[in-house]
C-alpha cells in the first residue's frame, strides 16, 4: 500500500452482473432535474462522482451505454436495468448513482441542478442551493456541451 491508504468504494447493480470500485474519494451529492435524468431514472436523478482514473470495473458483461446525448452517455445494466452511471466526454469524471454503492458510504448532499426542469408533481422541500441550469451554464443544452 501507499503511504496514505486509499478510500475503496465497491457498488452494483440489482442483478449483480456490474460490479465495480472506486478506488479515490466520492463527491458529495447533486440532485439533477433534468428532463433527461427524470426519463432515464422515472424520477429525478441523485449523483456522487469520481475520478475516472479512481473507477474500476470488476465485472461488466451487461453493462450498455446510452449515447443521450452528443457529450454525454447513459450507462446501466442491460439483464437488471438498473441505471448507475453518466459519463461526459469532455469530463475526467464520472457520475455515480448512489443507490449502487455497497455499505451505504457517508455522502453528504449538496445542491439541486436543473431546477428550471422540475414537473409540477414534485417540488423540493429542502434547503440546499438549488441551480436553474448547471452551476456556472446559461441554458440546459450547455451542459452536454463544452464546460464554459
Ligand atoms: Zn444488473
Ligand atoms: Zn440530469
Do not use: E, K, R
Given at each position: 500500500m501507499s503511504m496514505t491508504e486509499e478510500q475503496i468504494y465497491s457498488g452494483s447493480c440489482a442483478c449483480g452482473n456490474v460490479i465495480f470500485n472506486v478506488n479515490g474519494e466520492l463527491s458529495g451529492i447533486t440532485y439533477c432535474h433534468c428532463t433527461q435524468c427524470q426519463k432515464a431514472s422515472g424520477h429525478y436523478v441523485a449523483s456522487t462522482s469520481a475520478n475516472i482514473a479512481d473507477f474500476e470495473l470488476l465485472?461488466?458483461?451487461s453493462l450498455r451505454w446510452y449515447q443521450s446525448s452528443k457529450n454525454a452517455k447513459r450507462g446501466f445494466c442491460s439483464n437488471c436495468g438498473s441505471n448507475l452511471f453518466w459519463k461526459l466526454s469532455v469530463e475526467d469524471e464520472i457520475g455515480i448513482w448512489?443507490?449502487?454503492?455497497?455499505?451505504?458510504p457517508k455522502l453528504k448532499s449538496i445542491e439541486h441542478i436543473?431546477?428550471?426542469?422540475?414537473?409540477?408533481?414534485y417540488e423540493i422541500k429542502d434547503d440546499l442551493p438549488k441551480h436553474e441550469f448547471f452551476p456556472g451554464y446559461e441554458n440546459e443544452s450547455d451542459i452536454y456541451g463544452i464546460k464554459k
Open positions: 465485472s461488466d458483461s448512489p443507490g449502487s454503492l455497497d455499505n451505504s436543473f431546477c428550471s426542469s422540475i414537473p409540477s408533481h
